[in-house]
């Protein structure tokens, strides 16, 4: 089963995806966690990507789509995943489908999570005293908002054509929000 966790910055993609990813016995793949791991290391990509991360804007296509694919291709992800993150653009989710649909596999679910922006604000703030991330300084916070109004959130319409946009509540507890996610792709 392929389920992709689609909502703004600090909905809980992460804290969710792991909840399910480990139920369903499938990766998560998270292309924020890879562009951080590869920032740390200090490669050329991290590099490149750190230019645009560092700001809260989103990594150019023709640095993420090779990335995608690759994650895609894994052997782990024969069978599912859990698509934390991605696709965050028209042209990713054109190769998302692109390379399931030549498997003759799909997208099965997408859950939307929903949250204010005050929370998403107040979660993101509060991480930055904690992790000390550079995007969740409050002006990458803000672009980070925008960039997900602008690019990301006009994939909604785009899988909602198909019917398999979940909108969940993303306030309450981490528990409660996953008990919901349990109870709509019911497994
Ligand atoms: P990415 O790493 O994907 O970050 P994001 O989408 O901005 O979102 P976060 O990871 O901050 O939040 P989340 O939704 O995972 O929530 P979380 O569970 O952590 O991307 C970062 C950057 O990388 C992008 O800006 C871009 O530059 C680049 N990038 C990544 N993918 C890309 C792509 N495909 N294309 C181009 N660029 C890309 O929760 C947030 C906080 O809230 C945590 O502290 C958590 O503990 C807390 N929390 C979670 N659930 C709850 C709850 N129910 N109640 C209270 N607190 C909660
Ligand atoms: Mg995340």
């Known amino acids: 089963m392929f389920v992709l966790i689609l909502g703004a910055p600090g909905s809980g993609k ?13 990766p998560k793949i998270t292309t924020g966690d890879l562009l951080r791991a590869a920032m740390k290391e200090g490669t050329p990509l991290g590099l490149e ?3 645009f991360y560092d700001d809260g804007k989103l990594v150019p296509d023709s640095i993420i789509l090779g990335m995608i694919k690759e994650q ?11 698509l934390d993150g991605f696709p965050r653009t028209a ?24 949250v204010t922006e005050d929370e998403l604000v107040r979660r993101m703030s509060a991480r930055a005293q904690v992790e000390g991330r550079a995007d969740d300084a409050p002006e990458a916070i803000a672009t980070r908002l925008q960039v997900y109004q602008r ?4 994939l909604i319409a785009h899988y909602a ?16 929000i996953a008990g919901d996610i349990k109870r709509i792709i019911g497994r």
């Not at 992460?14 to 499938?26: H, N």
């Not at 895609?72 to 859990?82: F, H, M, S, V, W």
């Not at 390379?99 to 997408?110: D, E, V, Y």
């Not at 690019?151 to 006009?154: E, G, K, L, S």
């Open 91 to 114: 042209a990713q989710a054109e190769l998302v489908d692109k390379t399931l649909g030549q498997r003759g596999q799909r997208l099965n679910h997408i859950l939307l999570l929903d």
């Open 72 to 82: 895609l291709d894994r052997p782990e992800a024969k069978n599912g995943a859990i």
């Open 49 to 51: 990507a750190k230019k």
């Open 14 to 26: 992460g804290t969710q995806g792991k909840i399910l990813a480990e139920r369903l016995a499938v």
């Open 161 to 176: 054509q198909r019917g398999i946009v979940h909108r969940v509540p993303g306030t309450g507890t981490v528990d409660q």
């Open 151 to 154: 690019d990301t959130a006009p």
